[in-house]
C-alpha cells in the first residue's frame, strides 16, 4: 500500500468518524437543556435563566469538546446563526413584536376583552370566557399575555357567587392554548413553521381542521354547564371600548388566512395600528417610532435565542448528534404514521425538560424535519403536529407559565388537579389529534415559505 493511498484513505475515514452518529456530540445539547431546567428548579422560576445565556454555556461545551480547529468550529457556529429559516423568524418576530406592543398601546387589547364581557350572558361565562381567551390569544399571539389580562377579570366573576372558578379558570387556560396554537405572530407558529418551510396561511388552516373540532366539543360542554346559573348571580356592568380599535387584529387574521405574505401582512397590520393609535391621540408618529422599536426590543430573547440555537443545532449536526438522535428514532418508526408520533414525542418530552414550548419547537425543528422529509409526510402537517404537542404539553405542565400565572392569581383558592380536570379543551385536543393522525390519510404534496 503506498503511502498517498494510505494517507487518503485514512484521512477520509477520520472524517467519516467525525460526522458519524455520535452519542457524545449531544453532549452541548444537553448542557443547554439542563442548565435551563436546572436553574429554573433551583430557582422555582423557569424563566429566572435567560435561555440565550444556557444556550451560550452548550455552544462553549461544543468548542471544548469537537475536535475542528477554531476557525472551523466559528465557521460552522456563523453558518447556523445565519441560516435563511433562522433568519426569516427572527425578522417575524421584530415585526410580531412591533404589532403587539403598538396595539397594546393604542387599548387594542382591552377593546377586544370589553367587547367580549359586554355580549355575554351570565349562562354563557364559561363559553364566553373561553371564546374571548381565543380571540385574545389569537390576536395577541400569546398565551400568557391573554391569562395575565383576563384572569383577574374571571376571578372577580367567580367572586360574584355562583360560578364555578375551576371551570372559569380551565376555560380561560384552553381557550389562551387553542387562540396561541392558531394565531399566526406566535412565536410557537412562527418557528414551527419556519422550521418545517410552511406558509403560515397552510399551517393555520392544517391547525384548524384538529384543533376546531376539539374547541367546538369544548364549547358543547361549557354551555351544558353554564346552562344552571342564575342571571342575577353578576351585576350588570357597562363596558367600553371602540370596535374601530380591533380592525388591526382581524386585518391580521384575515389577511394571513387568505395566504398574503407574512412580513406583508404584519407590516400592513403595524402601519393600520398606528394609523389608528394617531388618529385616537394615543401617540404621534415620532413616539409610535419609539413604541415599534421597544416592541423589536422585547424580542431580545426570543431573537437571541432562535439565532444561538441555529448555531448551536449545526455544532452538533456536523459532529453526528442529530443523526445520532435520527437512527435512535428511526428504530421505532416503522410507518409515516409512527413517523408522526415519533415527532410529537420527540417535541413533547423536550417541552417537558425545559417548559418552554417556543425553545421546545426550536429544538426539535431540525429533527421534525429530517424525519419528516425522509419519510416524505406533509410539512403543514408535520408544522401542526410541532405546535399543537408543544402547545398541549406547555398546557398541562404544573411548572408551566401559564399553569402557574393562573395558580398565582388564584391565591390559594384553586389546585393544579382542579384546573386541569376542567380545561377540557387540552384534553380533547390530544385525543382528537391521536385519533387524526391514526385515521388521516397521507399526500405527498409539500408547500413552500411564502
Do not use: H
Not at 65 to 71: G, P
Not at 251 to 272: C, D, E, K, M, R
Amino acid at each position: 500500500m503506498s503511502f498517498s493511498f494510505w494517507f487518503y484513505k485514512t484521512k477520509k475515514m477520520t472524517s467519516i468518524k467525525n460526522n458519524e452518529p455520535r452519542f457524545i456530540a449531544l453532549l452541548p445539547l444537553f448542557v443547554f437543556v439542563f442548565t435551563f431546567l436546572g436553574v429554573g428548579i433551583y430557582q422555582n422560576d423557569f424563566y429566572a435563566l435567560p435561555a440565550p445565556i444556557a444556550v451560550i454555556a452548550g455552544i462553549i461545551v461544543a468548542f471544548l469538546i469537537f475536535k475542528q480547529d477554531i476557525n472551523s468550529k466559528i465557521e460552522t457556529l456563523l453558518a447556523g446563526c445565519g441560516d435563511s429559516k433562522i433568519l426569516t423568524m427572527c425578522l417575524i418576530y421584530l415585526l410580531a413584536g412591533a404589532f403587539a406592543t403598538i396595539t397594546k398601546e393604542t387599548g387594542s387589547v382591552d377593546a377586544i376583552v370589553n367587547l367580549g364581557l359586554d355580549f355575554i350572558a351570565i349562562q354563557y361565562i364559561y363559553f364566553g370566557v373561553f371564546i374571548i381567551a381565543a380571540f385574545l390569544s389569537i390576536s395577541t399571539g400569546t398565551s400568557v399575555g391573554a391569562i395575565v389580562a383576563l384572569t383577574p377579570i374571571v376571578i372577580g366573576f367567580a367572586d360574584k357567587g355562583g360560578v364555578s372558578l375551576a371551570i372559569l379558570c380551565g376555560a380561560l387556560l384552553g381557550g389562551s392554548m387553542f387562540g396561541d396554537n392558531l394565531s399566526v405572530i406566535s412565536d410557537t407558529t412562527i418557528a414551527a413553521t419556519q422550521s418545517l418551510g410552511v406558509k403560515m396561511s397552510d399551517k393555520f388552516k392544517q391547525n384548524t381542521k384538529i384543533a376546531l373540532p376539539a374547541a367546538l366539543f369544548t364549547i358543547v360542554i361549557l354551555i351544558v354547564k353554564g346552562a344552571a346559573l342564575e342571571s342575577n348571580n353578576l351585576e350588570d356592568v357597562t363596558y367600553n371600548y371602540s370596535l374601530l380599535k380591533i380592525v388591526p387584529y382581524i386585518l391580521v387574521i384575515a389577511l394571513s388566512v387568505i395566504g398574503v405574505n407574512v412580513f406583508v401582512t404584519l407590516l400592513l397590520g403595524v402601519l393600520i395600528a398606528v394609523a389608528i393609535g394617531i388618529f385616537y391621540g394615543d401617540f404621534t408618529v415620532i413616539e409610535s417610532t419609539k413604541i415599534a422599536y421597544n416592541g423589536f426590543t422585547s424580542m431580545t430573547e426570543i431573537f437571541l435565542l432562535s439565532l444561538l440555537s441555529g448555531g448551536l443545532a449545526a455544532l452538533v449536526a456536523k459532529n453526528g448528534g442529530i443523526d445520532y438522535i435520527l437512527n435512535k428514532i428511526k428504530t421505532l418508526i416503522k410507518s409515516k404514521k409512527s413517523a408522526q408520533f415519533g415527532i410529537a414525542t420527540l417535541v413533547s418530552t423536550v417541552n417537558m425538560a425545559i417548559a418552554n414550548n417556543t425553545v421546545s419547537i426550536i429544538i426539535s425543528g431540525s429533527i421534525a424535519k429530517t424525519i419528516n422529509d425522509e419519510y416524505k409526510l406533509e410539512n403543514k402537517k408535520t408544522a401542526s403536529i410541532l405546535d399543537i404537542f408543544a402547545c398541549i404539553t406547555q398546557g398541562l405542565l404544573p411548572y408551566g407559565a401559564q399553569v402557574l400565572m393562573i395558580l398565582s392569581f388564584s391565591d390559594g383558592n384553586l389546585t393544579y388537579t382542579e384546573l386541569i380536570g376542567n380545561t377540557w379543551y387540552l384534553l380533547l385536543l390530544f385525543i382528537y389529534t391521536i385519533i387524526y393522525i391514526s385515521l388521516n390519510p397521507f399526500k405527498m404534496k409539500k408547500t413552500s415559505i411564502n
